[in-house]
T-cell receptor
Framework: DGGITQSPKYLFRKEGQNVTLSCEQN?????MYWYRQDPGQGLRLIYY???????QKGDIAEGYSVSREKKESFPLTVTSAQKNPTAFYLC???????????FGQGTRLTVV | GESVGLHLPTLSVQEGDNSIINCAYS??????FIWYKQESGKGPQFIID?????DKRQGQRVTVLLNKTVKHLSLQIAATQPGDSAVYFC???????????FGSGTQLTVLP
């Protein structure tokens, strides 16, 4: 089946450790996005990428890093510089120029 | 600054009744508005979108209305079913990368 897959679904890390969240899509979409969602709030854009080997910061990029070495993959690293990393992270992809973004099922990161 | 927001955080309706979820926006330059449905612990699902040159668009059991004069967007769900219980987000499109700015969401609960 075509879709966008995030892994793992739940992730626990100790404070001060970097952690990488996986996002893979087989929809042949050019654009990919990472959002953060906190309880009772909307989604906020962390990073986005329109094409391989290129990405731009979103509204809350501080403390995060990404790479786009392959069209299918857009991993997000939550670094120790991110002050409040505990959140629900959502990855999405879309065709270039499309308004319809397809979302993964999310990764819930808890930092203890 | 520009923002997308929702009038009501929660909405309860009887099964079979119609639901209306409202959204206010302030960025008059936005050219697309999208409604997403998010079930608990899952990623958002696209429901319907509307271009700024339209004032109404219908889908299966859903209708989106856009009032550009008062910068208001609404989602109408006909004959609401238990499976419609979820958080509904409106989002506005901004920028050439088709980034989305999301509101904080409305929790729709369908009562038996």
């Amino acid at each position: 089946d075509g879709g966008i897959t995030q892994s793992p679904k739940y992730l626990f890390r100790k404070e001060g450790q970097n952690v990488t969240l996986s996002c893979e899509q087989n929809l042949n979409h050019d654009a990919m996005y990472w959002y953060r969602q906190d309880p009772g709030q909307g989604l906020r854009l962390i990073y986005y990428s329109q094409i391989v080997n290129d990405f731009q910061k979103g509204d809350i990029a501080e403390g995060y890093s990404v790479s786009r070495e392959k069209k299918e993959s857009f991993p997000l690293t939550v670094t120790s510089a991110q002050k409040n990393p505990t959140a629900f992270y959502l990855c999405a992809s879309s065709l270039q120029g499309s308004t319809e973004a397809f979302f993964g099922q999310g990764t819930r990161l808890t930092v203890v | 600054g520009e923002s997308v927001g929702l009038h009501l955080p929660t909405l309860s309706v009887q099964e079979g009744d119609n639901s209306i979820i409202n959204c206010a926006y302030s960025n008059s330059a936005s050219d697309y508005f999208i409604w997403y449905k998010q079930e608990s612990g899952k990623g958002p699902q696209f429901i319907i979108d509307i271009r700024s040159n339209m004032d109404k668009r219908q889908g299966q059991r859903v209708t989106v209305l856009l009032n550009k004069t008062v910068k208001h967007l609404s989602l109408q769900i006909a004959a609401t079913q238990p499976g419609d219980s979820a958080v509904y987000f409106c989002a506005e499109n901004r920028g050439s990368a088709r980034q989305l700015t999301f509101g904080s969401g409305t929790q729709l609960t369908v009562l038996p």
